[in-house]
Nanobody, 126 residues
Framework: QVQLAESGGGSVQAGGSLRLSCVIS????????VGWFRQAPRNEREGVAG????????YYTDSVKGRFTISQDNAKRTVYLQMNSLQPEDTAMYYC???????????????????WGQGTQVTVSS
């Protein structure tokens, strides 16, 4: 059974940083994609970043490029999302998700990702 567990959310002031963690179990960790998504109140869920576990190739939505970094620690079966220069518009519930499939890209689109965590809340105050 595939399970994903996020942690690391919290409340910070604008300009601050947080690092989210996603621990993955019951999954062939060395293959496929892991992505981070977020959903703010009254908004649709949007993809933030993705990583191809075999090569470490990363993908980002434009709004977080240069501020967020997705990375992996294979020994810990963990994918991280380092978030710097946080802004109030980054406030959302953040989810990690995994996919066994690799259709040539791990760009975070919901249709690709099958397994989801429960989410961790990030709140950025101005």
């Amino acid at each position: 059974q595939v399970q994903l567990a996020e942690s690391g959310g919290g409340s910070v002031q604008a300009g601050g940083s947080l690092r989210l963690s996603c621990v993955i179990s019951g999954y062939t960790y060395s293959s496929g994609c892991v992505g981070w998504f977020r959903q703010a109140p009254r908004n649709e869920r949007e993809g933030v970043a993705g990583i191809y576990l075999s090569s470490g190739t990363t993908y980002y939505t434009d709004s977080v490029k240069g501020r967020f970094t997705i990375s992996q620690d294979n020994a810990k079966r963990t994918v991280y999302l380092q978030m710097n220069s946080l802004q109030p518009e980054d406030t959302a519930m953040y989810y990690c998700a995994a996919s066994f499939r690799y259709p040539g890209s791990c760009y975070p689109t919901e249709s690709l990702y099958r397994y989801w965590g429960q989410g961790t809340q990030v709140t950025v105050s101005s």
